[in-house]
């Protein structure tokens, strides 16, 4: 039976996590320009959606970051 509870495996989670979540940042905020940038995908209804979604994604990774 493995424990996950030790200090080893604690760090090796939050090394995995910060590594995942640096290029996450980096995506959202090149997406967040791109919308910024573009008056088409800012007028479109539909992207609004997808937008909303990023900006819930990108405030979940950014809390996760506080966090560690």
Do not use: W
């Amino acid at each position: 039976m493995v424990v996950l509870d030790t200090s080893q495996s604690r760090l090796v989670i939050l090394i995995i996590l910060i590594t995942l979540s640096i290029p996450s940042i980096a995506c959202s905020l090149y997406i967040f320009y791109k919308f910024i940038r573009s008056d088409e995908l800012r007028q479109r209804v539909n992207n609004h959606v997808i937008l909303l979604l990023l900006i819930i994604s990108f405030i979940q990774v950014e809390n996760k970051e506080r966090i560690f």
